[in-house]
Structures are given as C-alpha cells and as structure tokens.
C-alpha cells in the first residue's frame, strides 16, 4: 500500500469514470492507486541516481523522463 499513503482515492475514481468506467470498485481503484504509488517511487529512485550521477542535489524534470524511458 505504498501510494495510498500519498494519491488521492476520490480524483482516480473520477479520471476513471471520465474514461468510460460507470460503476468503479473500491479494490480496483485501491489497487491502482498502489500499482501508480510503486510506479512513482521506482522512477524517483532511478531519478535520483541519475541526479547524483550527475553531482547535483535537484531532480529535474529531464530526470523524470529518463527514468520513466529506463521502464
């Protein structure tokens, strides 16, 4: 339960249901919510190394889109 702890439930049940879901289950949205939580923090880490690869102390968004490409 890695991201519930930081992503909202309440704003992935609505970009669900505006993608076409009608009725959303609570332990589909939940699992989501972990899967995008475990997401984000394999991408930071990897971000992160790349930052201090590169001896600097702020992540950027070029970072990000590294690490989001190495997945």
Do not use: C
């Amino acid at each position: 339960m890695a991201g519930s702890e930081y992503i909202s439930w309440s704003p992935i049940r609505r970009l669900m249901k505006h993608n076409g879901a009608i009725i959303v289950a609570r332990d589909a949205v939940d699992e989501l919510v972990d899967w995008m939580g475990q997401s984000a923090e394999k991408i930071t880490k990897t971000a992160l190394t790349l930052t201090k690869h590169s001896k600097r102390k702020k992540v950027t968004r070029d970072d990000i889109l590294l690490a989001i490409k190495y997945f």
